[in-house]
Protein backbone atom coordinates (compact mmCIF):
# COMPACT_ATOMS: atom_id res chain seq x y z
CA UNK A 1 0.00 0.00 0.00
CA UNK A 2 1.52 3.64 -0.71
CA UNK A 3 0.54 6.81 -0.08
CA UNK A 4 -0.85 9.05 -3.16
CA UNK A 5 1.52 11.87 -3.73
CA UNK A 6 -1.14 14.26 -3.24
CA UNK A 7 -1.21 13.63 0.18
CA UNK A 8 2.53 12.80 0.81
CA UNK A 9 3.69 15.95 1.78
CA UNK A 10 0.88 15.51 5.17
CA UNK A 11 3.01 12.75 6.70
CA UNK A 12 6.32 15.04 8.13
CA UNK A 13 4.10 17.42 9.31
CA UNK A 14 1.38 15.82 10.94
CA UNK A 15 4.15 13.51 12.61
CA UNK A 16 5.92 15.80 14.34
CA UNK A 17 2.65 17.66 15.40
CA UNK A 18 0.76 14.13 16.64
CA UNK A 19 4.19 13.33 18.89
CA UNK A 20 4.60 16.77 20.32
CA UNK A 21 0.97 16.34 21.43
CA UNK A 22 1.50 13.38 23.28
CA UNK A 23 5.27 14.75 24.33
CA UNK A 24 3.45 17.67 26.23
CA UNK A 25 0.38 15.81 27.00
CA UNK A 26 3.13 13.40 28.75
CA UNK A 27 5.12 16.42 30.19
CA UNK A 28 2.07 18.20 31.69
CA UNK A 29 1.23 14.96 33.66
CA UNK A 30 4.34 14.39 34.96
CA UNK A 31 5.15 18.34 36.07
CA UNK A 32 1.78 17.33 37.90
CA UNK A 33 3.37 14.00 39.40
CA UNK A 34 6.18 15.08 40.52
CA UNK A 35 4.75 18.25 42.28
CA UNK A 36 2.91 15.74 44.07
CA UNK A 37 5.49 13.24 45.15
CA UNK A 38 8.14 16.34 45.94
CA UNK A 39 5.13 17.79 48.42
CA UNK A 40 5.05 14.44 49.54
CA UNK A 41 8.52 13.61 50.67
CA UNK A 42 8.88 17.58 51.77
CA UNK A 43 5.70 16.92 54.64
CA UNK A 44 7.69 13.18 55.37
CA UNK A 45 10.90 15.07 55.55
CA UNK A 46 9.77 17.63 57.82
CA UNK A 47 7.81 15.16 59.82
CA UNK A 48 10.86 13.02 60.66
CA UNK A 49 9.97 9.94 59.12
CA UNK A 50 12.76 10.50 55.70
CA UNK A 51 15.92 11.27 56.05
CA UNK A 52 16.79 13.01 53.22
CA UNK A 53 19.30 16.30 52.65
CA UNK A 54 19.72 18.00 49.28
CA UNK A 55 23.04 16.24 49.11
CA UNK A 56 21.68 12.90 48.37
CA UNK A 57 19.15 14.02 45.99
CA UNK A 58 22.04 15.98 44.40
CA UNK A 59 24.07 13.21 44.09
CA UNK A 60 20.81 10.69 42.83
CA UNK A 61 20.18 13.77 40.06
CA UNK A 62 23.49 13.32 38.95
CA UNK A 63 23.56 9.73 38.39
CA UNK A 64 20.32 9.59 36.65
CA UNK A 65 20.03 12.59 34.29
CA UNK A 66 23.11 12.34 31.95
CA UNK A 67 21.84 8.74 31.10
CA UNK A 68 18.82 10.47 29.78
CA UNK A 69 20.92 12.80 27.27
CA UNK A 70 23.41 10.67 26.35
CA UNK A 71 24.37 10.61 23.10
CA UNK A 72 23.74 7.05 21.07
CA UNK A 73 20.88 6.09 23.64
CA UNK A 74 19.24 9.59 25.04
CA UNK A 75 15.41 10.63 24.04
CA UNK A 76 17.13 13.51 22.21
CA UNK A 77 18.64 11.67 19.68
CA UNK A 78 15.07 10.11 18.64
CA UNK A 79 12.47 13.56 18.88
CA UNK A 80 12.86 15.79 16.26
CA UNK A 81 13.06 18.93 18.30
CA UNK A 82 14.02 21.61 15.66
CA UNK A 83 10.66 20.92 13.60
CA UNK A 84 8.07 23.58 13.76
CA UNK A 85 5.16 21.19 13.57
CA UNK A 86 6.57 19.89 16.83
CA UNK A 87 6.96 22.69 18.83
CA UNK A 88 3.38 24.16 18.14
CA UNK A 89 2.18 20.32 19.42
CA UNK A 90 4.16 20.36 22.40
CA UNK A 91 3.02 23.83 22.82
CA UNK A 92 -0.84 22.48 22.52
CA UNK A 93 -0.37 19.65 24.25
CA UNK A 94 1.14 21.02 27.77
CA UNK A 95 -1.91 24.29 27.13
CA UNK A 96 -4.71 21.54 26.73
CA UNK A 97 -3.46 17.95 27.53
Known sequence: M????EYAWLFPIIMPLVIGLLLGAIIRRTIKLVIAIS??????AATGY?????????????????RLFDSGQG???VIP????????????????G
Not at 2 to 5: A, E, G, L, Q, Y
Open 39 to 44: SLITIL
Open 50 to 66: VSLTVQDIYDTSMEVLP
Open 81 to 96: YASASLLIGLGIGLWK
Open 2 to 5: SVPP
Open 75 to 77: IID
